[in-house]
């Protein structure tokens, strides 16, 4: 099974950029998806990003859309999460998850649906 390791969160002002890595232990199959999801204190687990690891279509949240990007770095094993003009709103730990099986694009946003998880990196927004 893919193991996965996130890096990158940190301290950011409101208007700052942050980049996320997802790297994993090995090649994730052609077929799998790789999601982003943040969770801050008492609540649920919020899908933000996803992508087929093998390209196509990328589904982004609404409440970052156009201000965050994925891409891939291939001969690494990384996914990317570029992070623009953030917000205080955006401060959560991000996680990093697989699924090792394509699914239908309706159901990317279900954290139920993946697979394994990183342990997870803190993005803070704070003037």
């Known amino acids: 099974q893919v193991q996965l390791v996130e890096s990158g969160g940190g301290l950011v002002q409101p208007g700052g950029s942050l980049r996320l890595s997802c790297t994993a232990s090995g090649r994730p199959p052609s077929d799998s998806l790789l999601a982003w999801f943040r969770q801050t204190p008492g609540k649920e687990r919020d899908f933000v990003a996803a992508?087929?690891?093998?390209?196509?279509?990328?589904n982004y949240a609404d409440s970052v859309k156009g201000r965050f990007t994925l891409s891939r770095d291939h001969a690494q094993n990384t996914l990317y999460l570029q992070m623009n003009n953030l917000e205080p709103e955006d401060t959560a730990v991000y996680y990093c998850?697989?699924?090792?099986?394509?699914?239908?694009?309706?159901?990317?946003?279900?954290?139920?649906?993946?697979?394994?998880w990183g342990q997870g990196t803190q993005v803070t927004v704070s003037s």
């Open positions: 992508r087929r690891w093998n390209g196509g279509s990328q």
């Open positions: 998850a697989i699924r090792s099986r394509a699914i239908v694009y309706s159901s990317w946003r279900d954290a139920d649906v993946y697979d394994n």
